[in-house]
């Protein structure tokens, strides 16, 4: 009996899927992403297009899936200096610059459960959650430091590598792909997204929040300028997290 009411559900289901109106929709827009568990990296903006499919279930009810291709980036620049006293009694003053930009290109399908709210013929709120997978298929990273350092023993006011001499510059950097195999970042991303969108009649403007439930590596320094002095050693798995901004119009494709 159980299985004859599922089969039943789910033929019903389907045939409304079938016998309601397809959508079809473009949109375009901007989203800040970030990581978590990180205190160096900032949010940056990125770009994201899409296409996007709507299957009507009833006047308030609808599934929605589609294809994106979207740019989640992150990025340090700034300098921070440490000072410490050896045992033989000399002053060690390092200043650290970083320049860094973690830049990935991703290809997104959403899954989204989605609710109608109409607020008059023309015009309505629409919600909308649930899973998405994404891919990464492109972007590059860099990374550029400069060391300077100086010593002198604990005598009178130390004295920094601008005001004497004896100071020691150390620079360098690398760039490589986001997601090289061997020290990019994981390219597999599975997380979950809500949305709100504003319809008025075939246009469309929303706001949406994404949440990664993998992370983006699994040996991330929690604080990149403690981990390069050796006082914090710690380890992170960060996770990409993000708001994203959008416009779009959507059309009718036809019975099915």
């Given at each position: 009996?159980?299985?004859?009411?599922?089969?039943?559900?789910?033929?019903?289901?389907?045939?409304?899927?079938?016998?309601?109106?397809?959508?079809?929709?473009?949109?375009?827009?901007?989203?800040?992403?970030?990581?978590?568990?990180?205190?160096?990296?900032?949010?940056?903006?990125?770009?994201?297009?899409?296409?996007?499919?709507?299957?009507?279930?009833?006047?308030?009810?609808?599934?929605?899936?589609?294809?994106?291709?979207?740019?989640?980036?992150?990025?340090?620049?700034?300098?921070?200096?440490?000072?410490?006293?050896?045992?033989?009694?000399?002053?060690?003053?390092?200043?650290?610059?970083?320049?860094?930009?973690?830049?990935?290109?991703?290809?997104?399908?959403?899954?989204?459960?989605?609710?109608?709210?109409?607020?008059?013929?023309?015009?309505?709120?629409?919600?909308?959650?649930?899973?998405?997978?994404?891919?990464?298929?492109?972007?590059?990273?860099?990374?550029?430091?400069?060391?300077?350092?100086?010593?002198?023993?604990?005598?009178?006011?130390?004295?920094?590598?601008?005001?004497?001499?004896?100071?020691?510059?150390?620079?360098?950097?690398?760039?490589?792909?986001?997601?090289?195999?061997?020290?990019?970042?994981?390219?597999?991303?599975?997380?979950?997204?809500?949305?709100?969108?504003?319809?008025?009649?075939c246009l469309f403007a929303g706001i949406g929040a994404e949440y990664s439930l993998l992370p983006i590596d699994k040996e991330f320094p929690k604080d990149l300028f403690k981990y390069s002095f050796q006082e914090d050693q710690t380890l992170v798995s960060p996770h990409n997290i993000g708001i994203e901004f959008h416009v779009g119009f959507c059309f009718n494709a036809g019975k099915r």
């Amino acid at each position: 009996m159980k299985k004859h009411l599922l089969i039943a559900l789910v033929l019903g289901l389907s045939t409304t899927i079938c016998h309601s109106q397809v959508k079809i929709s473009v949109q375009g827009g901007t989203g800040l992403t970030g990581i978590t568990q990180n205190e160096n990296y900032n949010a940056n903006f990125g770009y994201r297009f899409g296409v996007g499919v709507e299957f009507p279930i009833d006047k308030t009810w609808s599934m929605q899936t589609g294809l994106q291709l979207l740019n989640r980036s992150y990025s340090i620049d700034e300098a921070v200096t440490a000072l410490g006293i050896t045992e033989t009694g000399k002053q060690i003053y390092m200043g650290l610059g970083i320049d860094s930009k973690i830049n990935g290109i991703y290809l997104q399908v959403p899954i989204k459960v989605a609710a109608y709210l109409p607020l008059n013929n023309n015009c309505g709120l629409q919600f909308s959650g649930g899973p998405y997978i994404a891919l990464g298929i492109g972007g590059k990273s860099k990374l550029n430091w400069v060391l300077a350092t100086n010593e002198r023993y604990d005598d009178d006011d130390f004295i920094t590598p601008s005001e004497g001499n004896g100071a020691t510059l150390v620079n360098g950097e690398a760039t490589h792909k986001t997601f090289d195999k061997n020290e990019g970042l994981k390219c597999l991303d599975i997380g979950l997204s809500l949305g709100v969108d504003f319809k008025y009649k075939c246009l469309f403007a929303g706001i949406g929040a994404e949440y990664s439930l993998l992370p983006i590596d699994k040996e991330f320094p929690k604080d990149l300028f403690k981990y390069s002095f050796q006082e914090d050693q710690t380890l992170v798995s960060p996770h990409n997290i993000g708001i994203e901004f959008h416009v779009g119009f959507c059309f009718n494709a036809g019975k099915r």
